[in-house]
Structure formats: C-alpha cells, structure tokens
C-alpha cells in the first residue's frame, strides 16, 4: 500500500463509521477488518431497519425498500411514497457531520415500481496532515450516491428488481497533492419472496430476501493503479410476522451481511510491514471486481472460520398496534477480529394518514464507541394506497 494510499484511508475509516473497535483490536493479532471506498454504502440510512439492528432486506416494503432489496419494490402497496432520513454522524465525537437520505417510489401499475434516492454524507470540516504530522490544510470531505431502481413482481409471493447507482467520493479536494474525487458506477440485484402461512391457530406471514450490492467499478483517489474496491455486499434475510389480533402483530427480522471484496491477508506473529505480507495483500487488491467477488468466500487466512467471522448479523423485532403505532429493538453484531461494532438498537414510529415518522437510537457495548448518541430520524409520505388507486384488493403485509 502506497503511503499517499494509507493516508486516505486512516483519515477516512474510523471517522465513516466510527469503528472505535478497530483501533482497540489492531493491537492483537491475526486482526482481519477488510477495508473499502465509500463504506458509508453499508450503513441503514433510515430509523426503522436502524432500529432492527439494521435488518432490512425481508421487511416489509416501504419508501425505503429500494435501498435494502431491490426486489421488494414491487410489492410496494402504495401508489406514491416518499422518505427523509437524517443522522447527526458521531454526535459523541463532532457536531459537523451528518448522513442525508431522500428516497421514493412510484408505482407502474399493480406490478412494477419505480423508485429513486439520494444519499449525501458530509463528514465536516478536516485538518489533513502529512505523514510526518505536518499541517496540511483543511477541506469539508462529502461524499453521495444517486440510485435509480425498478422491482417487478413475477407473482403474487416473488419479486425481482435492479438499481443502478452513481456514486461520488470528495475526499480531499486536491488539499493532498495529487489527489483526485472517486467516480464509480453499480448496480444492485435483488429478489424477494412472501408468503401466508397457518401454523396451528395462527396466521403468518413468512418472507425472504436477498440482495448483492454495490457490484461497480473500483474507485481511484490517486492514480489508475491503485484503485480500491467498493463495498460490494450480499445480504441475505427472513422475517416472519404474526397477527395477534386484528390489532396486534409482532414481526421478527434476521439478516446476514457479508463484503464480497478481498479479505486481508496476515499470518500469526509475522508484522503487517513484513514484504510477503504486503506483497500478498497488494496483489489481492490488484483483483478484478468478479475475481474480488468469487474470491471473497474462500480467501480468508484463517480457513472457513475466517469467513464465518466476515458475516455480520442484524437481528429486530417489530411491534405494531392498529397500523399506528410500533416499538422496535434489535441488535447488531459484527466479529472482534472484523471490527468489533456491537450494539443494541431501540426505536418507535407512528403512522398517521399519509405522514409518518420513525426514530431510532444506538446503545454500543462501549461507553468509549463513537457510536454512542447515533440518532436516526425518517419521515414518510405514502400517497394512494393500492385498493384505493386501482380498485382492488390489497395482499401485502404491512
């Protein structure tokens, strides 16, 4: 790795995503966090998966269903929705940083959706230095991703659909000589399956998603050789809601997350600066985007157990009352050796016409994580529900 390289990237990691946990951990050994451009791209920008611990890709379909799994989109019951999502980034640790997200949808027909969103991630005010800590200037670093998606649904259980993305990445400004914003295309594919189920007295409803993200180009902030990946990702989850009554239902969401991108390579005892060390991890990162991907499920050093610790698990559970009112918990768990980020999830939202708004909290397994006082806040307008816009029967579970 370069040193103009590492000095992107120690700027901009522990700041993204506030990985407090990674620096704790760097001091052990065999510590495989793998690293990538724009990681934001991985982050729930939106209260309600924030508050399921950030599952997302089987929940029921909302404005922001584009996002988590493309192919939920068609099993959007609204002819019209819209979404507005905003977190003060880091708020234990700086008053200047903030993540944006606008999404909405729109239906073509009773089958197919449209949808559309904007993510902007503005990390505040940066004092960059050389690597000999010298002053180097200071620069606002923001960066976005423009996505433009359709879901169809082949049936009335089975969805598929496809975003394409934009993304930009302003890191530096060209403060840092020889510099450069990162451009990048993707796309992401997804399918989704629902269906209703009795089990004894009961009435479920049981659904499943997958979804790979971010599959694009790698961006370059210095020059063509040394290019780094995107967080291309493959989420796969469930959930399973359970009417109560007629008022009451409980919804219980599970997804697995993992990057399809190279995995760092060390070895026990033997230091990251050692030259075969670097050598291997710099031809890993000179992979082409389908060699990151295959390769990723069986590149980590530590065999099959290195590649079970690259999973990341989201677990919530959602309670609503009347379509109204609902309660959320979850909770997020990522590896000690792959970043440490562990946290407990809480939020509520409320319903009301077309208008509704969702909050959630981050409760980390640290006092010291910058995670501490995450608050996500979303805004919903959902216009023209499905039975009222085409003259029938609406099937999708809320």
Do not use: C
Not at 107 to 135: C, P, V
């Amino acid at each position: 790795m370069t040193p103009k390289k590492l000095t992107l990237r120690s700027l901009l990691l522990p700041g993204l995503l506030g990985l407090a946990a990674i620096h704790q951990a760097q001091g052990q050994d065999n510590v495989l966090t793998i690293t990538t451009a724009v990681p934001i791209l991985t982050v729930s920008p939106d209260s309600r998966s924030g508050a399921l611990g950030e599952a997302g890709v089987a929940i029921s379909p909302d404005a922001n269903a584009g996002y988590y799994n493309p192919g939920k989109l068609g099993f959007v019951k609204y002819q019209h929705s819209a979404s507005v999502s905003y977190t003060p980034w880091l708020a234990g640790v700086a008053n200047d940083m903030g993540l944006a997200y606008l999404s909405g949808t729109s239906k073509i027909g009773e089958r197919a959706t449209l949808s559309a969103n904007l993510m902007y991630f503005d990390l505040g005010e940066i004092q960059y230095r050389t690597l000999s800590g010298a002053a180097n200037g200071t620069f606002n670093p923001k960066e976005y991703a423009l996505t433009i998606g359709y879901g169809q649904k082949l049936s009335d259980k089975f969805g598929v659909g496809l975003n394409a993305r934009y993304v930009r990445s302003n890191l530096t400004g060209g403060t840092i000589t020889d510099t450069r914003p990162g451009n990048a295309v993707a796309v992401d594919l997804g399918a989704y399956y629902t269906t209703d189920l009795t089990i004894g007295p009961g009435e479920y409803n049981l659904a499943f998603g997958a979804a790979v993200s971010n599959i694009g180009n790698k961006i370059s902030y210095t020059d063509a050789n040394n290019p780094d990946f995107l967080p291309t990702n493959l989420k796969l989850g469930t959930a399973i809601t359970k009417e109560l009554d007629p008022y009451n239902k409980l919804t219980l969401a599970f997804d697995v997350n993992k990057l399809l991108v190279p995995s760092p390579y060390s070895e026990p005892g033997v230091p990251a600066n050692d030259p075969r060390i670097q050598a291997e991890n710099e031809r890993r990162a000179g992979y082409g985007i389908v060699r990151g991907i295959t390769s990723s499920f069986s590149d980590s050093p530590d065999g099959f157990s290195g590649e079970l610790k690259e999973i990341n698990l989201s677990t919530g559970l959602e309670y609503t009352y009347n379509d109204l009112l609902m309660a959320r918990v979850g909770y997020f768990y990522e590896t000690p050796t792959s970043g440490g980020r562990q946290y407990l999830s809480l939020g509520a939202g409320v319903r009301y016409q077309v208008f509704g708004v969702d909050g959630a909290y981050l409760v980390p397994n640290s006092k010291a994580n910058p995670l501490a006082q995450t608050l996500r806040v979303s805004l919903h307008f959902n216009f023209n529900e499905l039975s009222e816009a085409f003259g029938g029967s609406d099937n999708t579970t809320n």
